[in-house]
C-alpha cells in the first residue's frame, strides 16, 4: 500500500494538471480583451500564478480529506467543487455564455463553503487550506458578475 504522502501526487496531477489544461484549452483570447471590465479587474498575468496556487491548496485540502474520510459528505463537497471549477472556464470564455458562467460560479462558491463548514471541526488544516480560495472565488463572482452586467447589451443572457 502506497504511504499517505505518494496519494498526494494524483491529487496533485489532477487538480493542478487538470487545471493547467482547461486554462489552456480555453483562453480568454480576443472575446475576453475586448469586453468592458470594471475598474477593480486585475492584470491578466494575475490569473495563472493565483490559480496554480489555489489548485495547489485544493488538491492537498483533497488529498487530507480522503485520507481520513474517502466517502464522506466534505469529499462530496471537493468532487463537486472540482468540477464546478472545471466546467467555469469552458463556459466564459469558449461559450461566452456569462450568465451561465455566473451560475456555475455561484454554486462553486457554496460547495467551497460547504467544504469549509464541513471540515472545520474534522480536519482544521483542510478547512483554511480552502479560505483563500473562497476570498479568490468570492472575487472571482463578483468580477464574474461586473463583467456580465457590463456587457449585458453585447452578449444577453438569452439568444
Do not use: C, E
Not at 502506497?2 to 480576443?30: D, E, H, M, T
Not at 473562497?134 to 464574474?144: D, K
Amino acid at each position: 500500500m502506497p504511504s499517505a504522502s505518494i496519494r498526494l501526487i494524483p491529487f496533485l496531477a489532477i487538480v493542478v494538471g487538470g487545471g493547467l489544461l482547461i486554462g489552456a484549452a480555453n483562453l480568454p483570447g480576443n472575446w475576453y480583451s475586448g469586453l468592458v471590465k470594471p475598474s477593480f479587474n486585475p492584470p491578466d498575468w494575475l490569473f495563472p500564478p493565483a490559480w496554480t496556487v489555489l489548485y495547489i491548496l485544493v488538491a492537498i485540502a483533497g488529498w487530507r480529506t480522503f485520507q481520513a474520510h474517502p466517502r464522506s459528505l466534505a469529499m462530496g463537497f471537493w468532487y463537486a467543487q472540482l468540477a464546478l471549477n472545471f466546467a467555469w472556464s469552458p463556459v466564459m470564455f469558449s461559450l461566452h455564455a456569462m450568465a451561465l458562467a455566473l451560475i456555475i460560479i455561484v454554486v462553486l462558491l457554496i460547495s467551497i463553503l460547504g467544504f469549509i463548514f464541513l471540515q472545520w471541526p474534522r480536519d482544521r488544516t483542510a478547512a483554511l487550506l480552502f479560505v483563500p480560495y473562497a476570498a479568490w472565488v468570492s472575487f472571482a463572482t463578483l468580477l464574474n458578475g461586473a463583467l456580465w452586467q457590463l456587457n449585458n447589451d453585447k452578449y444577453p443572457t438569452f439568444s
